[in-house]
């Protein structure tokens, strides 16, 4: 693997950890702000406007990824190794979010839909990913 | 585990950087197995240990946890 290689993967993985992050907190404020508020349109356009660009900035700004291909794995151990550690939290968060959902609100299902419980979790796993990633590759 | 990595890329007068160049690992290796948050293979372990001609024994050394 050459030096050019793992300078990317690094790179890629901290811009990854950062989008994660962003995309975590607009898809939280798209789920639960209405919650809150009773009110949904205006919050999920605005939300949806930031996150598609957003995620096209990360494409275009990123275009260094189309130079890793499609991988399941880093090829750096240490990378590779934070990566997998950073789905591990994200599978226990996910587990402890709706283990508490499900014993605290009966009644938040009344309320709330599919769609939005299905956002909020989506926006837990990605916040845990972006974080764990940050806090394990710390100095 | 502890390891002397950081003493001896010092003596060397080599930045994290460009040991990790050296031996194709990114800098995060080496600046988490130097505080010892990240225990390395032994494949890195070797590489670090000829890089400096030294053994994995002059690197890395138990401690009573381990």
Redesign the interface.
């Known amino acids: 693997?050459?030096?050019q290689d793992?300078?990317t993967?690094?790179k890629f993985m901290s811009h990854n950890a950062w989008f994660s992050i962003f995309m975590g907190v607009t898809l939280l404020i798209i789920s639960v702000y209405p919650m809150l508020k009773q009110t949904s349109a205006p919050l999920l356009f605005i939300g949806g406007t930031a996150f598609l660009g957003s995620f096209f900035m990360f494409v275009i700004r990123g275009g260094f990824t189309w130079k890793l291909g499609y991988r399941l794995t880093y090829k750096?151990?240490?990378?590779n190794?934070i990566d997998t550690i950073a789905y591990k939290h994200v599978v226990l968060g996910l587990l402890f979010s709706m283990g508490a959902i499900f014993l605290l609100s009966d009644e938040l299902a009344l309320n709330v839909s599919h769609s939005m419980m299905a956002t909020f979790y989506l926006a837990l796993m990605c916040l845990i990913y972006g974080v764990s990633i940050l806090w394990q590759?710390r100095? | 585990m502890q390891n002397n990595i950081a003493k001896f890329r010092k003596d060397k007068g080599l930045s994290q950087q460009e040991l990790a160049d050296a031996i194709a690992v990114s800098r995060k290796t080496i600046s988490t197995v130097e505080t010892g948050r990240f225990i390395p293979s032994v494949i890195i372990a070797l590489k670090i240990a000829t890089h400096f001609e030294l053994s994995v024994e002059q690197l890395f050394t138990l401690d009573d946890n381990d």
């Open positions: 693997m050459s030096k793992i300078k993967e690094e750096d151990e240490f990378l190794t590759s100095d």
